[in-house]
């Protein structure tokens, strides 16, 4: 009967952590935490980044859609005049270069890109014809993860998108 209670004592003083241990854990955890909040940050504006081009592809393509759907001029224009500020796309019912009644805007808040080399509007006629466009879009927090895009309308209406650095202007 002895050697049970010395069993049950030994097993008793096992259980927890040492302060060693518990010291070893929040070292690891910190060291973890040192090199992944950065990376972190950054592939969070990576993604906000995507989105908001995303975004504007989304109106873009829905824009040539609509005009051969509707068999009539569709245009993209900046809010305020300011691309950063959002887009509108819409009716030009008349022709006479503006929107008319507005089909789609965006809602979102795209603080984070720098609009390069962007007419003062993109439109598309009936057949889904556009001007040829080369737009580019630089991320504010650009780099290899969140890299500069430019996005080539043709004539034809379809787009195609080069992803390159940050420094280089326009893509190759």
């Known amino acids: 009967m002895v050697s049970i209670k010395v069993a049950?004592?030994?097993?008793?003083?096992?259980?927890?952590?040492?302060?060693?241990?518990?010291?070893?854990?929040l070292?690891?955890?910190?060291i973890v935490a040192v090199f992944g909040i950065p990376s972190m940050?950054?592939?969070?504006?990576?993604?906000?980044?995507?989105s908001q081009i995303n975004e504007f592809l989304t109106t873009i393509r829905e824009a040539r859609t609509s005009a051969m759907k509707l068999n009539s001029t569709i245009i993209i224009n900046p809010i305020n005049g300011d691309w950063t500020s959002g887009w509108q796309m819409g009716l030009d019912a008349n022709g006479n270069g503006s929107i008319d009644s507005i089909l789609r805007?965006?809602?979102?808040?795209?603080?984070?890109?720098q609009f390069d080399s962007i007419p003062s509007n993109l439109s598309f006629d009936a057949r889904?014809?556009?001007?040829?466009?080369?737009?580019?879009i630089t991320p504010l927090r650009c780099g290899t993860t969140n890299p500069r895009r430019d996005i080539d309308?043709?004539?034809?209406g379809y787009i195609d998108?080069?992803?390159?650095?940050?420094?280089?202007?326009?893509?190759?």
């Open 153 to 156: 309308v043709t004539f034809a």
């Open 128 to 136: 889904g014809r556009a001007t040829p466009t080369l737009i580019s």
């Open 161 to 172: 998108i080069t992803r390159c650095s940050c420094e280089t202007m326009p893509c190759p």
């Open 8 to 25: 049950f004592i030994n097993r008793k003083k096992q259980i927890g952590f040492t302060l060693m241990e518990l010291l070893m854990a």
């Open 27 to 30: 070292a690891i955890v910190g």
């Open 105 to 113: 805007e965006s809602s979102i808040d795209s603080n984070e890109l």
């Open 41 to 50: 940050t950054q592939f969070l504006a990576s993604k906000r980044t995507d």
